[in-house]
T-cell receptor, first 110, second 115 residues
């Protein structure tokens, strides 16, 4: 079983739509979680950390459910510039390495 | 905004040759990392480095790989005898501190092509 699993997509949505991505992780020792975005052939860029209480940054909301080992990202009012691959990332307690999912591709269209 | 810088942006090397990839982490960061991404695949951890020592490494990081911080600013990844399967995008990252919610910030990568 993959350590971090995501639906690869692509999700094709119209501009202004709300879209949600899900991610599951298999290692119960995972302690920290992040969403990164990656544009084609570019570096991963931190979008936001994910906290147990849920957190919001502008149009982006992240949720963590430790009991279900499930993370989500909600994007409201999608912009064309949101088109990218969204990477779900975990860090296991005691270590520094980040474990990446394969990413979910989002295409926002006019 | 401070950023991680990597050179070169693209390196083409013959199989069997040595290659050195260079990174300048963010200046007040103390923890450094290398990751790689084979085309079409996920980002994979290679190694983390702190206080002039490797703190963690993956199975990918075998004896052909080494890392070094030769001076106060550079952090390098050396591949001694490159193989075709080493072709990938190599990302350097750094963070202020390990663990917790401290994010790792990535450089824009070096595309390594082995012929």
């Amino acid at each position: 079983r993959k350590e971090v699993e995501q639906d690869p997509g692509p999700f094709n949505v119209p501009e202004g739509a709300t879209v949600a991505f899900n991610c599951t992780y298999s290692n119960s020792a995972s302690q920290s979680f992040f969403w990164y975005r990656q544009d084609c052939r570019k570096e991963p860029k931190l979008l936001m950390s994910v906290y147990s209480s849920g957190n919001e940054d502008g149009r982006f909301t992240a949720q963590l459910n430790r009991a279900s080992q499930y993370i989500s990202l909600l994007i409201r009012d999608s912009k064309l510039s949101d088109s990218a691959t969204y990477l779900c990332v975990s860090r296991t307690g005691g270590g520094n390495k980040l474990t990446f999912g394969t990413g979910t591709q989002l295409k926002v269209e006019l | 905004e401070p950023e991680v810088t990597q050179t070169p942006s693209h390196q083409v090397t013959q199989m069997g040759q040595e290659v050195i990839l260079r990174c300048v982490p963010i200046s007040n960061h103390l923890y450094f990392y290398w990751y790689r991404q084979i085309l079409g695949q996920k980002v994979e951890f290679l190694v983390s480095f702190y206080n002039n020592e490797i703190s963690e490494k993956s199975e990918i990081f075998d004896d052909q790989f080494s890392v070094e911080r030769p001076d106060g600013s550079n952090f390098t990844l050396k591949i001694r005898s490159t193989k075709l399967e080493d072709s990938a995008m190599y990302f350097c990252a750094s963070s202020v501190a390990p663990g917790g919610d401290q994010p790792q910030h990535f450089g824009d990568g070096t595309r390594l092509s082995i012929l």
